[in-house]
């Protein structure tokens, strides 16, 4: 048996990163769906008694040519991004019978959207000292917010534009770290132009990449801007009700997403920055990390 892609797959496999594929146990569980089909769960033998959770992402070798591209783009994004708290990062990656299979680092509790949702339907009451039940308090919704500013802050020494910061590409792990992921559209570089006609996540895109197609650091923060709305709103779809078109016209006229209820205004001029016309004139990801821990230890 021939295994068709084995020279690509070992350019990208050999080294550190690369697992034993008798060491990588995969389960029937789905974790959600990614562009290449399903992230499933599964494990990595450590030592003889040792395991640690993984998500699996995995590619077929009948994948069209682009899919493998991206495939191999976010793989080697990840080689990149190392190791942070506030990253999901790389476990490693093998290949079986002509599938790729990619292990990431397991995040138990799931996407911040969908938490921040049941958090909006009051699934969690958080008991304080009086053991009365008090709503979720600012500081969780805070601290979100500064581990999501902490992870971007590591991908920019990183050289690397994130290019779809959303909740819902950010994971919770069993303490309720937060931790950025799917850099399936990510880029080792300063400046991005794209040039192909690929879906995009219009609601998250700041007005230079929507009208100029460029992407930089500056314009994953207004996307960060975006994710603080959906914090703040408990996991609101920004721009609810609009058409592209309409949201689009609105931008041009600078308007901008209004006050979510429960929002402090500190928090909302926050946001206002990072939606500021001009790239240069939003904050840098290192400043936005020192406000929200101040604003972290003044909530607590
Ligand atoms: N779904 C997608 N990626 C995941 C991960 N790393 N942990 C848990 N669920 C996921």
Redesign the pocket.
């Known amino acids: 048996f021939q295994e068709p892609e084995a020279h690509v797959y070992e350019q990208v496999l050999n080294g550190p990163w690369e697992l034993n594929k008798y060491n990588l146990i995969l389960t029937t569980e789905k974790?959600?769906h990614?562009q290449f089909g399903m992230?499933k769960?599964g494990y990595v033998k450590k030592d003889r008694d040792n395991r640690i959770n993984?998500?699996v992402k995995s590619l077929k070798s009948t994948a069209s040519e682009k899919d493998k591209t991206d495939f191999i783009n976010e793989l080697n994004i990840l080689k990149k991004v190392g190791h942070h708290p506030n990253v999901?990062c790389l476990v490693g990656a093998c290949h079986i019978q002509g599938t790729m299979y990619v292990a990431?680092?397991?995040?138990?509790n799931?996407?911040l959207r969908s938490y921040l949702r049941k958090i909006r339907k009051g699934k969690f009451h958080i008991y304080d000292n009086t053991s009365s039940i008090t709503p979720v308090q600012n500081s969780v919704l805070l601290k979100f917010a500064l581990d999501v500013a902490s992870g971007l802050n590591h991908l920019v020494e990183k050289q690397i534009i994130h290019r779809d910061v959303a909740a819902r590409n950010v994971?919770l792990d069993d303490n309720l770290i937060a931790k950025v992921?799917d850099f399936g559209l990510s880029k080792h570089d300063d400046t991005y132009i794209k040039t192909s006609n690929t879906r995009v996540p219009v609601r998250w895109l700041a007005p230079e990449s929507l009208f100029n197609a460029t992407y930089t650091t500056q314009s994953d923060v207004w996307s960060f801007g975006i994710l603080l709305w959906e914090i703040f709103s408990l996991g609101g779809t920004p721009y609810h009700g609009l058409e592209t078109q309409q949201m689009c016209n609105l931008l041009k006229q600078g308007f901008r997403l209004r006050r979510p209820k429960k929002c402090e205004p500190a928090m909302y001029a926050m946001m206002l920055q990072c939606w500021n016309e001009r790239p240069m004139s939003r904050p840098q990801f290192s400043e936005l990390c020192l406000r929200l821990q101040r604003m972290v230890e003044d909530s607590q």
């Open positions: 974790l959600g990614g992230v769960k993984v998500a999901v990431m680092e397991y995040a138990k799931g996407d994971l992921a």
